[in-house]
Structure formats: structure tokens, C-alpha cells
């Protein structure tokens, strides 16, 4: 099955901790997002990675950091800079302009 | 004003109605148009995928553009309690592939 996978389903996390949200994709893209998404609002970008070795920050970058060592992979660190993190976050994977979205990750601070 | 403005709703229809959700942007570059369609705690699928003006087709979903308005729709007919959901709006210009996203309708198809 081809497809983009996000773990875990759901995160909770202490403040001041750090928390890593992991994407994996075997649909051969070269391009990966990350948005987060509050209730009432529309997607807002954090991160994205062209190709390996390589990422641009988005929208809302600060509190966020990610890296891209392999296509398949575009792992996303909340830090705790991050003052409200508490979100839903949707990593994507694009081809030509088609996005596609994996599951999401539901990372609740306590 | 946002670039792109959606109708948060919810929008409740009787099951089999027709059902409208649009979009109106402000940004006269964008070209490509997008829908998806998102169910509760799950990540966005995508629905329609439109370049520049004109009508798109695919089973019961129609996508329209009219870039003259900029303002762009979505049809959904014979509607059922499974089309439930959240549709979101994106669209792009052509020197761009970063969509920008609207806030998302939410719809409520009732038996």
C-alpha cells in the first residue's frame, strides 16, 4: 500500500519537554509539508523540504524544527519554545501539484 | 481581509439535496484550484483539482472557477449522511507550489 503514515495518532506532552511527530511516505515524492491545523482555522505551514538535504521555513516556523536526511522521511520537533502547541498536525507529501495528507498527529500539552 | 474567504457553516442539508460550498480569494494569481474533504480527526482527501475557469466533473462533484469573480464552488448532488464532513478550499498561483487554504466548511448531511 502506498501512502503517507504519521505516528503517533495521538501525543500528549509536558510543558517544557520537547516532542517529535514522525512522517514516513512511500509514494516516491520529493516534496514534504507540515501544517498544523486549530479548530476554526485553515492549514497553516510550518515547515516544508523540496528534496533531501533541504527545507524552507513556512508560515508559523518558530517553536518547530525538522530535518530531511531521507526522501522518505520528514520528522517534525515541537519544542518547548513553542508556547501553544497543542494542535493537530497534518504532514504532506506532494507530485506535480497534488497534495496529499497523512492521517494527522493530535498533540495535546498538559 | 484573508486571501481566501470560506463559510466556516455548519451547513445542514436533507439527505439527496444539492449542496453548494464556495470560496471567494483576493489574489489574482492564483490558477490552480483544489477541494478537500476532511471527516473528523482524519487528514484532508483530495477531492477536485481544477486549472484556471471552467467546470470539472467527477461522479456526483462538480468543481467550478470563475476567475473574473474569484470566486469558485463546489456541487455535490444527491448528497448522503457519508458526504459529512469538512471541505476545504486551496488554491495556488502558478509560480508557487504552497497552496493557500481556506478555513473550511463544515457539512451536515441528514437522513
Known amino acids: 500500500d502506498g501512502g503517507i503514515t504519521q505516528s503517533p495518532k495521538y501525543l500528549f506532552r509536558k510543558e517544557g519537554q520537547n516532542v517529535t511527530l514522525s512522517c514516513e511516505q512511500n509514494?516516491?515524492?520529493?516534496?514534504m509539508y507540515w501544517y498544523r491545523q486549530d479548530p476554526g482555522q485553515g492549514l497553516r505551514l510550518i515547515y516544508y523540504s523540496q528534496i533531501v538535504n533541504d527545507f524552507q521555513k513556512g508560515d508559523i516556523a518558530e517553536g518547530y524544527s525538522v530535518s530531511r536526511e531521507k526522501k522518505e522521511s520528514f520528522p517534525l520537533t515541537v519544542t518547548s519554545a513553542q508556547k501553544n502547541p497543542t494542535a493537530f498536525y497534518l504532514c504532506?507529501?506532494?507530485?506535480?501539484?497534488?497534495?496529499?495528507f497523512g492521517p494527522g498527529t493530535r498533540l495535546t500539552v498538559l | 481581509q484573508k486571501e481566501v474567504e470560506q463559510d466556516p457553516g455548519p451547513l445542514s442539508v436533507p439527505e439527496g439535496a444539492i449542496v453548494s460550498l464556495n470560496c471567494t480569494y483576493s489574489?489574482?494569481?492564483?490558477?490552480?484550484f483544489m477541494w478537500y474533504r476532511q471527516y473528523s480527526r482524519k487528514g484532508p482527501e483530495l477531492l477536485m483539482y481544477?486549472?484556471?475557469?471552467g467546470n470539472k466533473e467527477d461522479g456526483r462533484f462538480t468543481a467550478q472557477v470563475d476567475k473574473s469573480s474569484k470566486y469558485i464552488s463546489l456541487f455535490i448532488r444527491d448528497s448522503q449522511p457519508s458526504d459529512s464532513a469538512t471541505y476545504l478550499c486551496?488554491?495556488?498561483?502558478?509560480?508557487?507550489?504552497?497552496?493557500?487554504f481556506g478555513r473550511g466548511t463544515s457539512l451536515i448531511v441528514h437522513p
Open positions: 486551496a488554491m495556488r498561483s502558478g509560480g508557487s507550489y504552497i497552496p493557500t
Open positions: 509514494l516516491n515524492h520529493d516534496a
Open positions: 481544477t486549472y484556471s475557469s
Open positions: 504532506a507529501s506532494r507530485v506535480g501539484g497534488e497534495q496529499f
Open positions: 489574489n489574482s494569481a492564483f490558477q490552480y
